[in-house]
């Protein structure tokens, strides 16, 4: 028992110094990153720079198809980069990306059929309604 004793004042010894040194050093730390600060070093840290408002970019270009401003922000740098946006998917692809996603498998031969041979507007919103009431989802 008095070995027993021994072993976990050694061991709780051993804890409390490591706990010790992680503080010192934690503690370094954010003093350091405060005089940083204090210094003016933080202002070119993206995160301290003060908020601006960039209107985007104008659309100039025929290929562009949503006048959403996150996609004119896309699509100007794809022309920066001498890009061009992928062309529109057709139905199965998107049905199969859908699939993928939600159910994580690809469509089985009936469900794209029956959803190609579907006329009506809502086709879209009733596949994604079938693959979220799945049991697979």
């Known amino acids: 028992m008095q070995c027993f004793k021994k072993i976990n004042m050694a061991s709780l010894s051993q ?9 010192t050093q934690a503690l370094a730390d954010k003093v350091a990153a405060k005089d940083q600060f204090a210094s003016g070093k933080a202002e070119h840290w993206w995160a301290f720079r003060p908020l601006s408002v960039n209107p985007p970019p104008e659309m100039n270009q025929a290929g562009q198809i949503s006048p959403h401003p996150i996609d004119r922000w896309v699509f100007s740098h794809l022309h920066e980069k001498g890009l061009q946006p992928n062309p529109r998917a057709d139905h199965r692809v998107l049905l199969r990306r859908a699939s993928f996603d939600l159910q994580g498998i690809p469509p089985s031969y009936e469900s794209v059929q029956g ?7 809502a086709k879209w ?7 979220l009431e799945s049991e697979r989802y």
């Open 15 to 23: 804890l409390l110094m490591v706990g010790l040194m992680f503080w």
């Open 125 to 131: 919103s009733n596949a994604v309604s079938g693959l």
């Open 115 to 121: 959803f190609m041979d579907d006329a009506s507007p």
